[in-house]
């Protein structure tokens, strides 16, 4: 495959390859390189072939055919750090203590334990509400963690964390110099974690699916032994890092489209009076029952997937199957820059990952462990806050967290 893909892609510099010369927002970048190059390319990045993939037929072949090859990822080297030596479930190889912590996921994750929490994560849901209610017509923060000091220090620290295994960090392209931490990363990475640790260590939910954790510990359930460094970085990685900021970037991302497009808002909130009420609050048993606020939901997915380029490593080489790229298709999707939720009207729902036109939760074996949960999560909170107030911008306004003001 590498040899193939030498043939395709911009000519790099000696030594540093193409990397003097990347655009920070990588996956528009390698999709434009992809329209002159075509959808299978090939980069020097540092001392190593990168190939990147931009079609459906491609990540197909990638995700389902060569499943097996392409199961391990690219570990950035900040992650060393947060992962307690190698313990965490979307880097670790694709080996039996993969196997071992993606079956603790599914326990943690399954509909029984899930529903078993449900009281703890609509009472956190509706104190938000309760919070912004006695805001109204004040800007806020619309994902509510401003809402306590300790919720606006946990999101600041998932932001820095999330940013710096997205930094471009020389280390990554050259393993040797890691020990060096030129650019300070690795130190402030490890600052990070440790404050979020304690933070973890005092929330009330964690706890509970804690219980879980000690009791697959203790019942012997996983063939592979589940230490406590493992129940960890379970909770901490896994639940908490990889979890909550994709979802409440999703539901931002939701809330600010609805605000530039007022009219799918009331479509939106038409939808939830005929099928809640106006004087009930939303439950997650109605997600079946709101097919048009799903499909503001599977349309952020496309335009925004979170992980706009999905990472696989095969031998000797990084693979980056280019989502954004993907999804934006004009050979698939028609108006594929616009935020257009009709599409998902008359779709077919498939997040399973077996469409390989719509990958916003992965695919495969090392597709996303969380994908019940997170959709359950950003459809209650994009309902209640639909629901409950009418929302606008406010002026002179900042883009990244949204602040809107909620109105009665
Ligand atoms: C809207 C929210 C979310 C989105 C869009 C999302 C998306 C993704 C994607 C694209 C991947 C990589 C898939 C691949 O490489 O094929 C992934 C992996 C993963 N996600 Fe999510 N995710 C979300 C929420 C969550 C939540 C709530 C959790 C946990 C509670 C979670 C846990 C994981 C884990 C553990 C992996 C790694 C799985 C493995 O390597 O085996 N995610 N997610």
């Given at each position: 495959?590498?040899?193939?893909?030498?043939?395709?892609?911009?000519?790099?510099?000696?030594?540093?390859?193409?990397?003097?010369?990347?655009?920070p927002?990588?996956?528009?970048?390698?999709a434009?390189?992809?329209?002159?190059?075509?959808?299978?390319?090939?980069?020097?990045?540092?001392?190593?072939?990168?190939?990147?993939?931009s079609?459906?037929?491609?990540?197909?072949?990638?995700?389902?055919?060569?499943?097996?090859?392409?199961?391990?990822?690219?570990?950035?080297?900040?992650?060393?750090?947060?992962?307690?030596?190698?313990?965490?479930?979307?880097?670790?190889?694709?080996?039996?203590?993969?196997?071992?912590?993606?079956?603790?996921?599914?326990?943690?994750?399954?509909?029984?334990?899930?529903?078993?929490?449900?009281?703890?994560?609509?009472?956190?849901?509706?104190?938000?509400?309760?919070?912004?209610?006695?805001?109204?017509?004040?800007?806020?923060?619309?994902?509510?963690?401003?809402?306590a000091?300790?919720?606006?220090k946990?999101?600041?620290?998932?932001?820095?964390?999330?940013?710096?295994?997205g930094?471009?960090?020389?280390?990554?392209?050259?393993?040797?110099?890691?020990?060096?931490?030129?650019?300070g990363?690795?130190?402030?990475?490890?600052?990070?974690?440790?404050?979020?640790?304690?933070?973890?260590?005092?929330?009330?939910?964690?706890?509970?699916?804690l219980?879980?954790?000690?009791?697959?510990?203790?019942g012997?359930?996983?063939?592979?032994?589940?230490?406590?460094?493992?129940?960890?970085?379970?909770?901490v990685?896994?639940?908490?890092?990889?979890?909550?900021?994709?979802?409440s970037?999703?539901?931002?991302?939701?809330?600010?489209?609805?605000?530039?497009?007022?009219?799918?808002?009331?479509?939106?909130?038409?939808?939830?009076?005929?099928?809640?009420?106006r004087?009930?609050?939303?439950?997650?048993?109605?997600?079946?029952?709101?097919?048009?606020?799903?499909?503001?939901?599977?349309?952020?997915?496309?335009?925004?997937?979170?992980?706009?380029?999905?990472?696989?490593v095969?031998?000797?080489?990084?693979?980056?199957?280019?989502?954004?790229?993907?999804?934006?298709d004009?050979?698939?999707?028609?108006?594929?820059?616009?935020f257009?939720?009709?599409?998902?009207?008359?779709?077919?729902?498939?997040?399973?990952?077996?469409?390989?036109?719509?990958?916003?939760?992965?695919?495969?074996?090392r597709?996303?462990?969380?994908?019940?949960?997170a959709?359950?999560?950003?459809?209650?909170?994009?309902?209640?806050?639909?629901?409950?107030?009418?929302?606008?911008?406010?002026?002179?306004?900042?883009?990244?967290p949204?602040?809107?003001?909620?109105?009665?």
């Amino acid at each position: 495959m590498s040899q193939m893909a030498e043939n395709f892609g911009p000519q790099g510099l000696l030594i540093v390859g193409n990397l003097p010369f990347l655009d920070p927002q990588l996956h528009s970048h390698f999709a434009n390189l992809a329209k002159m190059y075509g959808p299978i390319l090939s980069l020097l990045l540092g001392g190593k072939i990168s190939i990147v993939i931009s079609s459906t037929d491609m990540a197909h072949e990638l995700l389902k055919e060569n499943d097996v090859i392409f199961a391990n990822r690219d570990v950035p080297t900040v992650v060393t750090v947060m992962e307690y030596g190698g313990h965490d479930i979307v880097f670790t190889l694709y080996r039996p203590k993969w196997r071992m912590l993606k079956k603790c996921m599914r326990d943690m994750l399954g509909h029984t334990t899930f529903d078993a929490f449900y009281s703890y994560r609509k009472q956190e849901i509706r104190n938000t509400i309760k919070y912004l209610n006695d805001l109204k017509g004040s800007p806020v923060n619309v994902d509510g963690n401003e809402k306590a000091s300790i919720g606006a220090k946990f999101r600041q620290m998932l932001v820095e964390i999330t940013d710096l295994m997205g930094k471009r960090n020389i280390s990554n392209f050259f393993p040797s110099l890691y020990w060096l931490d030129l650019q300070g990363m690795k130190k402030q990475m490890k600052g990070t974690i440790v404050k979020l640790v304690r933070i973890v260590e005092f929330d009330r939910e964690s706890k509970d699916f804690l219980q879980v954790l000690l009791q697959l510990r203790t019942g012997g359930a996983t063939k592979t032994p589940l230490t406590m460094n493992h129940i960890k970085v379970l909770l901490v990685v896994c639940m908490v890092v990889g979890g909550t900021d994709k979802t409440s970037t999703m539901v931002e991302f939701a809330m600010a489209k609805m605000m530039y497009k007022p009219q799918v808002m009331i479509k939106a909130q038409q939808e939830l009076d005929t099928v809640i009420g106006r004087d009930s609050l939303a439950e997650e048993s109605y997600k079946g029952k709101l097919p048009y606020l799903k499909a503001i939901m599977k349309e952020v997915l496309w335009l925004h997937p979170v992980l706009p380029l999905m990472n696989r490593v095969p031998k000797g080489a990084r693979m980056f199957v280019n989502v954004w790229a993907i999804h934006r298709d004009p050979a698939i999707w028609k108006h594929s820059m616009e935020f257009i939720l009709e599409r998902f009207l008359i779709d077919k729902e498939d997040h399973s990952g077996n469409d390989f036109s719509y990958l916003p939760f992965g695919s495969g074996r090392r597709s996303c462990a969380g994908l019940a949960m997170a959709k359950r999560i950003v459809m209650l909170s994009l309902a209640l806050l639909v629901h409950c107030f009418d929302w606008k911008l406010p002026t002179g306004r900042k883009k990244m967290p949204l602040v809107a003001v909620p109105m009665p």
